[in-house]
């Protein structure tokens, strides 16, 4: 579509990859040879710092901020991790990076483990994308030979390995101190924090976890400037452009970018093409499965991490999830719940206990079964999840509270009948 800048998915082919000459015609690296020549570890702080760039994982936390989290006397090694587990619900963005043009994320981590001293990366990749690491092993082997990855990158003082780490495949390992857990053959438990990976991470050295989103947009800042970058988005709170993943019933489900902050209604309705013929908006998961669902009056939202905030909501991953009148969001709520439980650790009760305890009054609902008081007690389950170690079981809790606040009447409408209205089963 005319005007609208096309940043992170400038290479992308619908049938190929971006090899390491194409990507270096198209200006990649160029970032990475101003940094080393002209540019300190500092200055690159300073830039990020000054581009406004969140986090794109789901928390939004400023980028150039975490940077700094690692002090100037932090000891050595320190090391840099590239989170491509994307095992979020309707997230597939990481994945088409990856394809599209994985040189791009391999220079962004050149950048970011310059700029905090790193001197090695690892890239967290989960086993369904094996043919993601495959790509991302034979380019940074390729990168290795052009004197871009390794000792002495470019003839400069600075060294940095790369290797790609496959996940044993868990939902928790998306979470970062799980995922250092993890590159290190622990249980990939979360950790308690502080202290912040920042300072201890992996082999209880510093160390700086990034979503591949995040990365992928670090060379271009350098290259052009946080000024530009800040300029893409369309929102005052917003920077940069953002991977929308639509899936759901709309006509074009996929991954498009956008400027940072566009109206929900304009990336459904023109840019994944509007509801599938027959079908009429009920709702939608802004960011993947731990955010709330949105009713149709916020299809004007801007979607971005403060704007949504503001009403109440996550942007999430970015991961629009779109929902008709046909389909029941009790029945959608369950699912969500179960994959949660599936996936919970085990450590803490609310999450161990209160999610299948969930999951079992729902479908009881769904069923006909339910009562008021499983209606109330779900209400305070909602609460008590909040109460967990990590972010799993409060992630779960957001669809389960949106559903009892902002959908009640369709939950107490199977109270009324005694069974699903939309006999979905
Ligand atoms: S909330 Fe508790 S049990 Fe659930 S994944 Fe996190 S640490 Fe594990």
Not at 171 to 179: M, P, S
Not at 375 to 403: H, I, K, T, W
Request: with cysteine; hydrophobic share 35%; aromatic share 6%.
């Amino acid at each position: 579509m005319k005007d609208l800048p096309m940043v992170l998915l400038r290479n992308r082919k619908a049938d190929r990859t971006t090899g390491l000459q194409e990507y270096r015609t198209s200006g990649g690296y160029r970032a990475l040879e101003l940094a080393l020549k002209e540019l300190s570890p500092k200055d690159l702080c300073g830039m990020v710092v000054d581009s406004g760039l969140q986090g794109r994982g789901g928390a939004g936390f400023p980028a150039g901020r975490k940077w700094m989290g690692v002090a100037e006397d932090a000891p050595h090694p320190r090391y840099l991790v590239a989170n491509a587990d994307e095992m979020e619900p309707g997230t597939f963005k990481d994945r088409v990076l990856i394809h599209a043009d994985p040189h791009q994320l391999i220079e962004g981590m050149l950048l970011a483990g310059y700029a905090v001293g790193a001197s090695k990366g690892v890239i967290f990749v989960r086993p369904a994308y094996g043919r993601m690491a495959e790509i991302l092993e034979r380019e940074i082997s390729k990168a290795r030979e052009a004197h871009l990855v390794g000792q002495h990158i470019l003839g400069s003082e600075f060294s940095m390995e790369l290797e790609v780490h496959r996940s044993g495949g868990r939902y928790i390992c998306g979470e970062g101190t799980a995922q250092i857990n993890a590159i290190m053959g622990l249980r990939p438990q979360p950790r308690e924090t502080p202290p912040r990976t920042t300072e201890k991470g992996l082999w209880n050295m510093p160390t700086v976890l990034h979503n591949v989103e995040t990365l992928a947009c670090v060379p271009h800042i350098i290259l052009n400037g946080p000024d530009w970058f800040k300029g893409l988005a369309r929102s005052q709170t917003g920077a940069g452009t953002k991977l929308y993943c639509v899936s759901g019933k709309v006509q074009r489900p996929g991954c498009y970018e956008l400027p940072m902050g566009t109206a929900l209604r304009e990336i459904l309705e023109v840019h994944a093409g509007g509801m599938r013929p027959g079908s009429r908006f009920k709702a939608c998961l802004p960011g993947g499965a731990s955010t709330r669902f949105m009713s149709p009056e916020f299809l004007d939202a801007e979607m971005d991490y403060e704007a949504l905030r503001r009403m109440g909501h996550r942007l999430g991953t970015g991961a629009i999830i779109v929902f008709d009148e046909t389909t029941c969001l009790l029945r959608a709520t369950v699912n969500l719940i179960r994959f949660f439980a599936r996936e919970s650790c085990g450590w803490c009760t609310p999450c161990r206990e209160g999610l299948p305890f969930v999951e079992e009054l729902l479908d009881g609902l769904e069923q006909g079964r339910g009562t008021r008081e499983h209606v109330e007690m779900l209400r305070s389950m909602a609460d008590a999840l909040c109460n967990a170690f990590c972010p799993l079981a409060p992630g779960a809790a957001q669809p389960l509270e949106s559903l009892l606040s902002c959908f009640e009447d369709e939950v107490l409408e199977h109270l009324r009948l005694g069974r699903c209205p939309y006999q979905t089963r």
